[in-house]
Structure formats: structure tokens, C-alpha cells
């Protein structure tokens, strides 16, 4: 068992070797695509033929990667470290991390889920660092691939669960020099971070999340709140929230069931299949964003990442069984739905998220210091609405009223 690593921290940058690039588009070239039938671009039956068809062409064919990673490359700044995790081999983490100019700047973890990467940090990382007035906050953004994902390592043992990850993600933001700090996350950022919040309080000064999940009400632990829900006393956006979370469970959640219980088996089509890949991820950005308008190169640039991955596509499924199948991860994913009066924490609701629930149930979390519900974004907030995100993170670490004027750095 290894728990130290080396303390350096070294500048990266991405560069995905040609024979990656030419195996892909030969792979592209001979791929096999489902024969059409009537229904064959229905979005209930998932990922449509002509979309895939078309993606999986522009990205033989079109799609320039070389110069996505050289703007990668050039707006992100990019780091790599070793970090040893208990009970696990010592680890190599891809970060981004930038800093404010501005003084008084608080550290910031971005945490990132699936099938997401540090690329969602890209739009929110230039407005974070600045700010146009005096007394709007800024913040220094370290924002890395999660172990298992990117440009990280992958964890070689079983048991690598969302605790591991909280570890990692904590011990990064001590070997660059920040004891204390604050976070935001979404998907299993949230559950990340909540973790940290359970792991190392004293570490984090605030917490913000953009999915929030919750035990359900109970009568023992929460009667006033199934009482609400029995005579259905919601807002007219809570109700819409508690639809589009029926939805998710009854039409949207098959590939959690899969990743939760045979991550190895769809790993195999990830892993070899481009395609795959590619219907895989896409059905997700479409169904669980607000109608965002994505351009191919978008889409492309996001799939690639995973394509490129250096731990492999497969592996960034793994969270999901880990996380169910650990005790050590169950006894912690319940508490992570619990209250925490340690942190405090503030909430964005995004009407397209994939579970959108009351507002008082994302209370029994923890001390609200900040909420709001928004009348349009999804589940990838930072990426499809980063001035609405990157506000709500200005509002809750506020000089004058919010979080900022209760900590000093």
C-alpha cells in the first residue's frame, strides 16, 4: 500500500499520438451502422441513425482534432501530479489550473462527472479568474480529470469508490497550496464534493452545486415534508422538475442500471468501437441539455476526449459500480444525502437537469446560503449556460452579503 507520491507538479499539454488519429479514422472507415427502418431516427428508441451517420463521418472525414487540442492547449493551462490514495497505487492527475490576477482570489475545485470531463471547465474558466468590479469575487480554478477519465491515470484495483475520489480530489488542492477552499459540482461532482465536505470540513469554506440529490421524505425523518408532497404543495417549476425527474427514472436511466451493475460488458464497445462510443455519449448531451444548440466539432471535441482517454473510455464507467458495490462507498453515498451542517452550500436548479427536485428537499442537505431555480439550462450548466452558472457563483461568494464577506484569503 502506497500513500506518498512525489510533490511535483508539472506542466502538460495534450498531445494524442498520430497513430491513435490514424487508427480512429480506420476504424471509422470500416465501422458497421444498424440497417434503417422507419423509426430509425427516433430519439425514443436513443442516439438517431442520420445523426450518428453524420458525426461518425465529420469525424473521419472533417473534424480537425489536431487543432482542438492546440486551442486546448492554448486556453487551458495544464498540469500533471502524482497522488498517492489509501489503499491504492499513487496516481497521476491531468488538472487545469489557473489563477486569478485579482487579490483575495478563493480557490476553487471544479469537479466534473460523467460523461463529462475537465473540458466542461473551458467556457466558466476565463469569467471565474476575472471580474469587472471591485467587489465581485474571483476565483483560482483547479479543475481536474477525475481519476479513471481524460488525461488522468486509471485505478488499477477494485474498490477505487467516490471516496477515493474525494481523497484525490482534496489532496490536489493541498499540493498546490490551498488548505482552504471552496467547490462546485455537478453529477458526480456533486457526490464528490459533498464527500469532501464529509472528509476534510474544516478544508472547505462553501460548497456549490448545480445536481442535487436527496433521500426522499419520511415520515420519521421528515413528516412536515411528505406532507407537503402528498397534497402536492409545490411550485409550478417544482412540479416540472418532479416530472422531468419521472421521466429520467422511468425512460432515461437504462445506461446507469448497465454502468451500475456490468461496467466491464459496454466497456468492451467503448473501448474498441468509435462509433459506440460516439452513440453511447451523444444521446446523453442531447437528451440532457435544454435544447442546446451543439455544433459537430462540440460533439466531436467532447467524444474525443474520451476516444483519446488515457485511461481508457471503459474505465470511466467503473464510478458507477464502485460506488453501489463498496461498503465502504454505500455507507458513504448515505450520508452524502444527509445533512451536513458543516459546509455550506449553495444550489442552482436547471429546469433540463436530469433530476430536478423541490427546493426544500435540497435543503435537508446542509446550511443554505445560496439558491436559485433558473428558467432554462441542463445538466451540463458550466458548458451550456456558463454566464448563469458563473453568476450564481458571484451572488453566493459575494462581498457584500454572501460568502465572500464571511472569509478572507
Not at 440529490?213 to 413528516?223: D, E, M
Request: charge should be negative; glycine fraction near 10%.
Amino acid at each position: 500500500m502506497s500513500t506518498m507520491s512525489s510533490d511535483a507538479v508539472e506542466p502538460y499539454q495534450i498531445k494524442v499520438p498520430d497513430a491513435a488519429i490514424e487508427k480512429l479514422k480506420a476504424k471509422l472507415e470500416l465501422a458497421t451502422f444498424p440497417a434503417e427502418t422507419s423509426f430509425s431516427n427516433d430519439w425514443n428508441y436513443g442516439a438517431p441513425l442520420d445523426d450518428i451517420k453524420r458525426l461518425a463521418r465529420a469525424w473521419q472525414e472533417n473534424y480537425d482534432w489536431r487543432g482542438a487540442e492546440a486551442t486546448l492547449n492554448e486556453k487551458l493551462p495544464q498540469f500533471t501530479t502524482e497522488i498517492g490514495v489509501e489503499g491504492h497505487e499513487d496516481l497521476r492527475i491531468h488538472f487545469v489550473h489557473k489563477k486569478s490576477e485579482k487579490p483575495g482570489a478563493i480557490p476553487l475545485l471544479f469537479c466534473h462527472g460523467w460523461p463529462g470531463s475537465f473540458l466542461e471547465v473551458s467556457k466558466i474558466l476565463p469569467l471565474l479568474i476575472s471580474g469587472d468590479k471591485d467587489d465581485e469575487p474571483t476565483f483560482h480554478v483547479v479543475a481536474p480529470s477525475l481519476p479513471n477519465f481524460g488525461f488522468s491515470q486509471r485505478a488499477s484495483k477494485p474498490g477505487f469508490g467516490i471516496m477515493q475520489y474525494a481523497e484525490v480530489c482534496h489532496k490536489l488542492m493541498l499540493r498546490l497550496g490551498y488548505d482552504k477552499y471552496a467547490t462546485q459540482g455537478g453529477d458526480w461532482g456533486f457526490m464528490i464534493t459533498r464527500a469532501m465536505g464529509l472528509q476534510y470540513p474544516s478544508h472547505i469554506v462553501a460548497s456549490h452545486v448545480n445536481f442535487i440529490l436527496t433521500k426522499p421524505p419520511s415520515p420519521l425523518r421528515s413528516p412536515l415534508l411528505v406532507l407537503r408532497h402528498a397534497l402536492g404543495w409545490y411550485s409550478a417549476h417544482e412540479k416540472a422538475g418532479l416530472k422531468r425527474t419521472g421521466w429520467y427514472r422511468s425512460e432515461g436511466d437504462g445506461y446507469g442500471r448497465i454502468q451500475t451493475t456490468k461496467p466491464h460488458t459496454p466497456g468492451f464497445a467503448l473501448a474498441d468501437s468509435p462509433v459506440a462510443l460516439l452513440a453511447w455519449v451523444y444521446e446523453k448531451l442531447k437528451d440532457w441539455t435544454d435544447e442546446y444548440d451543439w455544433t459537430d466539432d462540440e460533439v466531436l471535441t467532447w467524444v474525443s476526449i474520451y476516444q483519446f482517454s488515457e485511461a481508457g473510455a471503459d474505465a470511466s464507467l467503473r464510478i458507477y459500480y464502485e460506488t453501489t458495490h463498496n461498503p465502504a462507498g454505500g455507507e458513504g453515498m448515505a450520508k452524502i444525502l444527509e445533512w451536513n451542517g458543516k459546509v455550506p452550500l449553495g444550489m442552482s436548479y436547471f429546469p433540463k437537469d436530469v433530476i430536478v427536485l423541490p427546493s426544500s428537499w435540497g435543503r435537508t442537505l446542509g446550511p443554505v446560503v445560496f439558491e436559485t431555480r433558473h428558467e432554462e439550462g441542463g445538466h451540463f450548466a458550466s458548458f451550456e449556460k456558463p454566464e448563469l452558472l458563473v453568476g450564481d457563483l458571484r451572488k453566493m461568494f459575494s462581498k457584500k452579503g454572501g460568502m465572500g464577506a464571511k472569509i478572507a484569503f
